[in-house]
């Protein structure tokens, strides 16, 4: 089983932590066991890990991150999967992907090749779209930065749909 899971069934089993910070639906409706998760300065998941440190600006690993991310854009040139291949094409490689990544995370099994894998699609549709992955990141980033909701089972809710 994987870790993740034995501490969320050791923590409901329990039920005492204080340290709990997601929300599991009962049969009378969610719970919230820590609802200022989201407003503490140092949260922790139920699994024990902390935030981490604030990232740095700029490091090694940004120019290691462009310099592959600018390697995979010419190797998708290099065999016509840009203007050879469609985003529709590619969307559906996507899937493929994220079904190996499943498989391999349900497995407990290295997922580094399937989040890359599934990287490297991502990299060939923003091509095409004249994007960069620091411009949809960016994008996404400033829609959840100030996000607030809750934990239920795992999933987190967005304030205005609960
Ligand atoms: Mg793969």
Redesign the pocket.
Known sequence: MHPDQLAKEKMLKDGSDDNVVFTTTTEDGATPVNPDFYSTSTPMCFSGCSKRDEPKLRSDSDDRLQSLVDQVIGWHHARNLICGSSDKDQTVKLL??LG??SDNVCKNLDIR??I???LVVLINIAERNGLSLADCLQKAWDDIKDRKGKMIDGIFVKEQDL
């Open positions: 493929q992907e190996e990544l090749d399937d890359g894998d599934m």
